[in-house]
């Protein structure tokens, strides 16, 4: 018989390169999507299985399976901020050189969602989550953000698993025609978005770069009331996606 594996020196161990899952819905999606879930715990396994019955009874199972419940205060320790549902568990993160594939494979069957220099990690994470909703084939950032920094994860649900994450320099974008956000480009309402776009899209303060800018097949500009600045960035994300599914495209 072998000795049981203790989840707190399995969490040490592998904290450094595995992707933290931070509340109970990041890894209730982390496991639909089929990622490899190396510790699991909750400060009350009773009340995370009573979510699995209510929110998640496919995936319920097999959460079961992974939780270990902890002491609160060891629980709290492993993370950087307790989560109100007091879940936490730590996942392999998916091969970049699949993730590159995906992103690269022709035909694409929905667009490749890009963040040029972004800043916020909270709004990166809604914008990964509002591409998984969506089906798009992946979200790409450059600069200097960390597209699976811990505070992305949490902001995306969990759904990075549902779509390919990657950060790249404006150079190395997969193939397709770019159409970037930009106030002067035309209304997007009179445009159709293929199916193999890039959606690029500025940073929160600055909007596009000159390399991004130099790539772009097409500039494109959301509807705006004079005297309105700007929209928030997963709202901008939001409202082209919907115009592709729209105009042709739609969820899996």
Known sequence: M???????????????????LDGFHALKHAVRFRAEVLVAVTADRAAALALADELAPDVRDVLAALLTEVE???YASLVPRPHPTAVAALAVRPSRADNLQRLARAPRTAPVVVLDNPRNLGNAGAVIRLAAGFGATGVVTTGTLDPWHPTVVRGGAGLHFATAVERLTAGELPPGPVFAL????????GTELPDDALLAFGSERSGLSPELRARADHLIALPMRPQVSSYNLATSVAMTLYHWSATGGAPA
Request: aromatic residues 4%; negative net charge.
């Open 2 to 20: 072998t000795d049981p594996v203790d989840p707190v020196a399995l969490w040490h161990r592998q904290s450094d390169t595995a992707v933290l």
């Open 72 to 74: 609160h205060g060891t």
């Open 182 to 189: 930009d106030p002067e480009g035309e209304d997007i309402r």
